[in-house]
């Protein structure tokens, strides 16, 4: 047991009988970002889908808080307090912005004192006011980044105590890019525990407290922010021995 706001065990999923993580230990606390790093194909999205109970482990814990929510359906996961950013944004197309809002407020149930920030409308529009200038623009019409943002706000309004980021910078301007990795430092300020998932070292070294090399799903290497940063040599070696997907 640790002190951890996410805590993995074990953690083996997959396809089909194959497979893709391999008895993954992970932690992650309060106010902290942990970066899983990784090529295309060594498991990121499945890591994240499964901790977010869109998938189930084949064996292997997911503990939020110290309560074990391993198998639990999405949507209770969600309610317990996991908010998850998915790759490619997932907006709805032809919601606007002020409706995504809406319909993805979710406070937390009276008496729940275990979420370090609760969000409304009004606060994620103080933190990501381009929004609030769109807010009549349907998902189509926003910008790669606009989008991004539209996906965060939507994760946020659930008032997570863990925020599962995938590859939240796909696509996006080295403005952006900046920006996006800002507001994950903010948001950990807040007190979330932030997994987030990247092919790209030397932006996951921006914000992360801590580092884990995935290959072929499993955990090659773990290193400290602050040794990252101060010296990639041991990420970027690690990375370039991992195979690449074909
Ligand atoms: N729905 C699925 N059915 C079968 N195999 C899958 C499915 N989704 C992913 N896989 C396989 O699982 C492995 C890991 O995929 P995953 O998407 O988790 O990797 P990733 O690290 O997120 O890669 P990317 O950066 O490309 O998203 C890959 O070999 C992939 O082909």
Redesign the pocket.
Known sequence: MTDAMLELTGLTA???G?T??HGLDLAVSAGAVHAVV????????????TVAGLMRPASGTVRLGGRDVTGLPAHRIARAGIGLVP?GRRVFAGLTVAEHLRLSHRPPRSGDRTRPSVWTPARVLDLLPRLGERRGHRGTHLSGGEQQMLALARALLASPSVLLL??PTEGLAPTLVQQVYELVGTLAGEGIAVLL?S?SPAQAVRCADRLTV?TS?RAVLRLDGDEARADATALNAALELAPT?A
């Open positions: 997959g396809y089909h194959g893709v993580l990784g090529h295309n194909g060594a498991g990121k999205t499945t890591l994240v889908h790759q995938d590859e998932v092919p995935l799903g997907a």
